[in-house]
């Protein structure tokens, strides 16, 4: 079945930066967007970013102005830039693709696919 793997997670400082990517197999043509979302522990997960096909992006408030969210359609990989990161950011993060309703991007429940998640750990 169509999947989507994450990678680039790991453990920084306050203040630092963390590139997560994601990649889509063969088997997924996006149609309407992709995104990132997170869970922190103890928390339910949220959304943090997505961005449909025609380059179209939205933010989290907590994260605006700190995380880009990119795609290459080319080589089917969404990424995620986070710069001064806080405490907070700690989580798992997980990639997911909308695929065919795409009046339903952003909602986790119309996600298609996806990954298995790559954990964030922002220290003091």
């Known amino acids: 079945q169509a999947r989507l793997v994450e990678s680039g997670g790991g453990s920084v400082q306050a203040g630092g930066s963390l590139k997560l990517s994601c990649a889509a197999d063969?088997?997924?043509?996006?149609?309407?967007?992709m995104g990132w979302f997170r869970q922190a522990p103890g928390k339910e997960r949220e959304l943090v970013s997505t961005?449909?096909?025609?380059?179209?992006?939205t933010y989290a408030d907590s994260v605006k102005g700190r995380f880009t969210i990119s795609q290459d359609s080319a080589r089917n990989t969404l990424y995620l830039q986070m710069n001064s990161l806080k405490t907070v950011d700690t989580a798992v993060y997980y990639c997911?693709?909308?695929?065919?309703?795409?009046?339903?991007?952003?909602?986790?429940?119309?996600?298609?696919?996806w990954g298995k998640g790559t954990l964030v750990t922002v220290s003091s």
């Open positions: 961005i449909t096909t025609d380059g179209t992006a």
């Open positions: 997911a693709a909308w695929l065919w309703g795409c009046t339903g991007v952003g909602a986790a429940g119309d996600v298609d696919a």
């Open positions: 063969g088997y997924i043509s996006v149609r309407c967007g």
